[in-house]
């Protein structure tokens, strides 16, 4: 059994990989994640760090050609990574929902709006589709914001992105799930319309009380929505706390250096970079995954991963800077 | 707005009816300047449509029977009485193309039916689970492309007997091939659609994912192939009823018809050849529409 830090999810250990024809991709190295019920959770990193493949993880929909290797995910006390595709299916979009990046790409192009709402509701609910169910379709409409009479019976190519958007969050939200995950959700709109989006799901879900995992790489956007944030490299996250303590006090130089290539209204110094570009993961750096960008790395950030630790409370790191032991060892 | 709508007058209706289709109605009026533009697929409907009437008008369009035998009207040549002529039971050619035309517009109608039903749910169900599903159905898919159509459909009515029914049957177990290869590819390109994730997400089952998410994606493709094989269909059909493996005398199938008339070909040159006539006519017919609809259905020469 994974050690249960949060009451509603927790995540351990979790490895995930790609069989490809360029060799295996290893895309989750250990991931370790875990949040309570109604709290905000922001995962934060670069494209291509395994946030989004973290997201599929939980909702068990990681296909061919990859696979969960290592690792469990609890959801509650069920045990998400042992159970079958059948049970599954009645966790998906009952108890947790997503919301997926390109709002217009998820809607099928050849069917009603409407329709697409009712077949989740449906499913959610255990009903047929009928009038029940589409009394429900228009109800969820007007609470995401959208004059149902038009919009019930368009095609998704006749919304716009913000609009897609909204459909999207209604459908995701019609079960009252207990976990939404959210990846990417404002980064193919514009950015009038995703302080609308982030509003919008903000005011849902304080009304509603559900849990959100928030996958984004805006910092901007994870600071303004989210209790706790999780930072991630390489399929590794590096950084857990409040995200008032991420942003006043980070402490792993992943996080500082995404913190000071973060351009702001009134900054009069350089933006810095990080150097160095984000590892192949087919041939991954050994241990640390960031040690050949990191300017303060040690003979042992080569060796092994740094395991998770606390290093005041609710605030985890994986960095061998801060384990007094290990500075000694430090040969720079 | 609903009610808005009630309280106006039908001319009002219409005209609001005509403004909200203002677009489908654009387009069509382009399809049909396209359809206009290329004067072969023009000629290709105008066969078929003359082989759709002659099929369902058969009985107003001849007086004779196209079964009934007059032997003392045998072989007589084309006349103002019998403009094909007659054959050698004194049946009247022409009579007997006419409701030929009904025997291979329904030959076609089952055989489209059966061959797509096979074909989709083989091609869909291997491009959609992938992996094992994939390699088999698609060897089997490969087995029955790897014989030569005619003869794998003349081996299929010898086992099964020679007649009608079983001809279609044949026809449709050699042509399925087609649809299930191009199902397989369009199901593989849908399958990896951020919207099918999404309706993952919300818990569908593959049965419905299949049936309403996949399935209408993948079909258009199959139906545009299907009007250009109607051809091809017919030219089998025909192929068999020549052979004597297809619909068995007395029906008027036109390739039974031909074969008929081969021993009196050098002497009654017409028993033969006015039928092979409308097989050529109506394959052309098809090949040109079809030709037409590609063109037409093409977003890279609709300008």
Partial sequence: MPKVRGNLLNISKLKVVFYTYRGIIKALNGVELWMNKGERLGIVGETGCGKSVTALSIMGLIEQPGEIIEGDILFEDKLLTSMKENTLINIRGKEISMIFQEPNAALNPVMKVGFQIAESIGKAKNKKIGKEVYAEVRRMLEIAGLDWERTINLYPHELSGGMAQRVMIAMALSSNPKLLIADEPTSALDVTIQAQILELLDELVKKLGNAVILITHDMGVAAEFCDKMAVMYAGNMVEYARTTNIFENPHHPYTRGLLKAVPKIGRTDELQSIPGIVPDLVNPPSGCRFHPRCESAMKICRKDFPPLVEIKSGHYIACYLYRKENIQNADT | ?303
């Fill in chain 2, 1 to 303: 707005m609903l009610n808005a709508v009630k309280n106006i007058g039908q001319k009002e209706k219409i005209k609001l009816f005509l403004e909200q289709r203002k677009p489908i109605i654009e387009d069509w009026k382009h399809t049909y300047y396209l359809w206009k533009s290329t004067p072969l697929a023009m000629l290709g409907t105008v066969i078929i449509f003359i082989f759709l009437t002659t099929a369902i008008f058969a009985p107003l369009l001849t007086s004779y029977s196209p079964t009934e035998q007059f032997m003392e009207e045998r072989l007589l040549p084309p006349s103002s009485q019998h403009i094909f002529g007659t054959d050698q039971y004194g049946r009247d050619i022409f009579s007997r193309v006419v409701y030929g035309a009904r025997v291979e517009v329904w030959i076609i109608f089952i055989v489209s039916i059966i061959s797509v039903m096979i074909g989709v749910i083989v091609g869909i169900a291997a491009g959609y689970f992938g992996g094992a599903a994939d390699e088999i159905l698609m060897r089997i898919t490969d087995m029955f492309l790897a014989f030569p159509r005619l003869i794998l459909a003349m081996v299929l009515t010898a086992v099964l007997g020679p007649n009608l029914t079983n001809t279609m049957i044949a026809i449709s177990l050699v042509d399925w091939t087609v649809y299930a290869r191009l199902g397989r590819a369009e199901a593989m390109k849908v399958k990896s659609q951020p919207y099918i994730e999404a309706i993952r997400a919300v818990g569908a089952k593959n049965f419905r994912i299949i049936a309403f998410h996949v399935l209408p994606m993948s079909i258009s493709p199959v139906i545009v192939q299907l009007t250009l094989r109607m051809g091809t269909i017919i030219l089998t059909a025909a192929g068999l009823g020549f052979l004597g493996l297809g619909a068995q005398p007395p029906t008027p199938e036109w390739g039974a018809i031909v074969s008929d008339g081969r021993s009196y070909l050098v002497d009654q040159w017409w028993i033969s050849t006015f039928p092979g006539m409308a097989i050529a006519f109506v394959v052309l017919g098809f090949n040109l529409l079809g030709d037409g609809i590609r063109d037409i259905l093409d977003p890279r020469l609709r300008r």
